[in-house]
């Protein structure tokens, strides 16, 4: 399959590339105008890019989303130079080349859209090419003009890094005019100009051997094979002299391309086997400090005589197979890249189908020979289901300027109207984490029942407003086979007035044995089937207001996706993405991770990547908790709810729904005994007591010494006492525990932690 909407910003531009001469090259660019690799879209792993333009055509292929194109200058577009005018006064110009600016002969010629400021593309004479190199004219710091040559490209359709597009001057396209042959004149003061030009000594290059830059990479190649099969890791390069000739060459080939490290690494690893090496750090010290005539080499012929020739050297490639090498990349590339392609848009297929098993591993194997990782290919598939259905992932290219105040209006998406008050944000996302029997399921059935009906639940008296109610997509996939049954008795325990209506409302998606369906996943089918549900709404014809996906972790691992790293970050995106495009709130249910002490390390308790707890708008945290009077309350924590403070909340299930109780009723027995260690036997130097027997806390506390007991084997696991000789000590973690669950006591309770333990 071809997926249009990501080639058609292509097809204009190389539209725009009409007219230039079959000879032109050019490269694909970011929105920086650094040249990127077009497969990964990444300027990292582009090396070599100067030698590796492509045509028009081919740049149809590529079918991916870059920014910009940009035209290759020098040698591999035929000779093309590039006159760039940046702010240049006429008298400043002609004091250069001896003639006015609007004497130029007429050319192709483009610009950003910034005022005084554009390039024109002349070409010069293959026998002056020797003669011609990249400068800049600064005044006051700035660059007014520049010439640009081998190893540069001028981007020329695209956007540009402050949001501007290029474009052509009134006629001077390539469709409405050639590309003019600089003046003879013109290239002598522009070869004087350049001949004047001093360099930072440490980049000064010697032109006396009037190489084109393939001749350059051809001696790069030469030297790299010269010190891994032709230099002997011997006595003669402990002499310093032989060893630094060595290393200058690397230093003025790497300096001719502008890379003042390109052959560092090569130059160390090789000096890391000779006698005197010590380390890379004073091997990279020197390495910056080589200059061109300090020893008896003084380029990479006379290196050749006098080092590798005596051992018999011959090069490995000449010249002519080289050149041809570097000629046929691009076509290497070019196949490459339609491969990769074919192949994930064959692979994007087939799992949206469901298609053979056996096939698709096949192509994640080709795939894998392209050194593209796993969660790469993931990353990628959901990519391409996004583009398919017009979900957004990510920021959109714009040429409006990013300026607004607090005055500005907002769109309905950033106003991020509620569902329900304090719990759901119409078209954004939430996530619900708890321990296991925290009452998450509780949780959010309650939830699902308020959209239904409108109902006031918990600690919100207002319930969802009438024009906003409507149906839930329940997807358990947590419980497999069992999860229908388990859902089913929470919604039995959890009785609402308004039953019937609730369920009518309610969609239930979870494994069906009877009718041979799985579990759902996060794989490209499940999300197919989930997006075209919501298209369709609720079989009764409401639309589709709440989808609740339980649990996180089990959907991702049934979709391939490694829950701790890779495609994480995407898979939450995707989710926001669809819950904006449908105008549905989607919570998450995801557990605490193992042996978590929830109530300590907060939201961040939650098992997996950190963007699972810092991507979701809303976070809301369960904890179990109990007391004398209520041997199962549930803690309801909102830690995060887009533009309100922090809250919690304690109920209990009732007869019908749940019931809230006050912090009194509800204190918890854990907190009691710790309360009651706190308030106990006083230390020598008088700080607060933080030691009780068991006696001591039955006392404090008017329970049965027998239920103290029972409850400190658990408290002891939980590592919030420690216990000798017949008395319970509170620990640093017990400590810090007590302060977030009694607000009255906190301070002095921190005060105490920082005396005994250093810090809080």
């Excluded at 020598?684 to 027998?706: L, R």
Aim: aromatic share 10%; net charge neutral; glycine share 8%.
């Amino acid at each position: 399959m071809t997926l249009a909407t990501s080639s058609s910003k292509l097809d204009t531009w190389t539209k725009k590339l009409e007219g230039f001469p079959d000879i032109t090259r050019f490269t694909t660019c970011n929105g920086n105008k650094r040249p990127v690799s077009p497969i990964t879209k990444l300027v990292d792993g582009n090396t070599g890019w100067q030698t590796r333009g492509y045509t028009p055509e081919q740049l149809d292929e590529f079918h991916l989303s870059y920014e910009a194109t940009g035209v290759m200058l020098g040698e591999i577009s035929g000779g093309l130079d590039a006159f760039d005018f940046d702010d240049i006064t006429n008298e400043e110009f002609k004091e250069i080349f001896g003639c006015n600016m609007k004497d130029l002969p007429p050319t192709v010629s483009f610009s950003s859209g910034k005022e005084g400021r554009y390039q024109s593309l002349y070409y010069i004479p293959q026998k002056h090419w020797k003669d011609i190199a990249a400068k800049q004219l600064q005044k006051n710091g700035e660059v007014i003009f520049e010439n640009r040559w081998n190893g540069q490209m001028s981007v020329v359709s695209g956007v540009h890094p402050e949001g501007r597009t290029y474009s052509f001057l009134p006629g001077r396209s390539p469709k409405e005019i050639k590309i003019a042959t600089m003046p003879e004149e013109i290239i002598e003061n522009l070869k004087v100009w350049l001949d004047t030009y001093k360099e930072d000594p440490k980049v000064q290059q010697d032109k006396a051997q009037d190489k084109s830059y393939l001749d350059i990479l051809y001696d790069i190649s030469k030297y790299r094979d010269i010190l891994r099969n032709w230099l002997p890791y011997s006595d003669d390069f402990g002499v310093y002299d032989n060893w630094r000739d060595v290393g200058m060459i690397g230093r003025l080939l790497s300096l001719k391309v502008n890379k003042p490290d390109l052959l560092f690494k090569d130059f160390d690893y090789w000096s890391s086997k000779q006698p005197k090496y010590e380390t890379t750090k004073k091997t990279k010290a020197k390495w910056d400090s080589f200059k061109r005539g300090e020893g008896k080499v003084k380029d990479l012929g006379s290196l050749i005589r006098n080092f590798a020739e005596p051992n018999g050297y011959t090069p490995s490639q000449t010249f002519e197979e080289f050149k041809k090498d570097q000629q046929t990349e691009p076509e290497k590339e070019k196949d490459a890249v339609k491969r990769i392609k074919n192949t994930m848009e064959e692979l994007y297929k087939l799992e949206k189908e469901g298609g053979d098993w056996n096939r698709r591993q096949y192509l994640k194997s080709i795939l894998g020979g392209y050194a593209i990782k796993k969660d790469e290919v993931q990353i990628r598939l959901l990519e391409m289901i996004a583009l398919e259905h017009e979900i957004n992932l990510a920021e959109k290219k714009t040429d409006k300027r990013r300026h607004r105040t607090f005055s500005s209006r907002m769109s309905k998406e950033e106003a991020m109207e509620p569902l329900l008050p304090g719990f759901l944000i119409e078209g954004k996302d939430a996530l619900l984490v708890g321990e296991s029997g925290a009452g998450k399921t509780l949780g959010v059935l309650a939830l699902s029942y308020s959209v239904a009906t409108g109902s006031p639940i918990l600690d919100n008296p207002f319930g969802v407003a009438e024009e906003k109610q409507g149906a839930t997509l329940g997807i358990f996939s947590d419980g497999g086979e069992g999860s229908f049954g388990m859902v089913k008795k929470y919604a039995e325990m959890l009785n609402p007035p308004e039953k019937d209506l609730w369920e009518d409302n309610f969609n239930f998606w979870g494994a069906d044995v009877s009718n041979d369906v799985s579990s759902w996943g996060f794989t490209i089918k499940g999300l197919s089937e989930l997006i075209e549900e919501l298209k369709q709404g609720h079989p009764n014809g409401a639309p589709y207001k709440l989808v609740i996906v339980d649990s996180l972790k089990k959907v991702v691992s049934l979709g391939g996706i490694d829950f701790g790293v890779g495609a994480m970050d995407l898979v939450m995106q995707l989710a926001q993405g669809i819950a904006s495009k449908f105008n549905i709130c989607w919570v998450w249910v995801h557990h605490t991770a193992k042996n978590s002490k929830g109530g300590i390390n907060g939201i961040s308790s939650s098992g997996g990547n950190s963007n699972i707890y810092q991507i979701p708008y809303a976070c809301h945290r369960l904890l179990a908790t109990s007391s004398p009077e209520h041997k199962h309350i549930t803690k309801w924590i909102v830690d995060k709810f887009r533009g309100e403070m922090r809250r919690e909340f304690q109920y209990v299930l009732a007869e019908s729904m749940f019931d809230l109780i006050d912090a009194e009723e509800a204190t918890d027995t854990t907190t009691k005994i710790l309360k009651a260690i706190w308030t106990g036997t006083k230390e020598p130097d008088g700080c607060q007591g933080q030691y009780a027997s068991a006696n001591q806390i039955a006392i404090t506390t008017d329970m049965k010494i027998k239920t103290v007991r029972n409850k400190m084997t658990d408290i002891k696991k939980s590592s919030l006492v420690t216990y000798a000789n017949g008395i319970y000590y509170l620990s640093k973690q017990g400590a810090k525990q007590l302060s977030i669950d009694d607000v009255g006591i906190r301070a002095e309770v921190e005060e105490y932690i920082k005396d005994k333990w250093g810090r809080v």
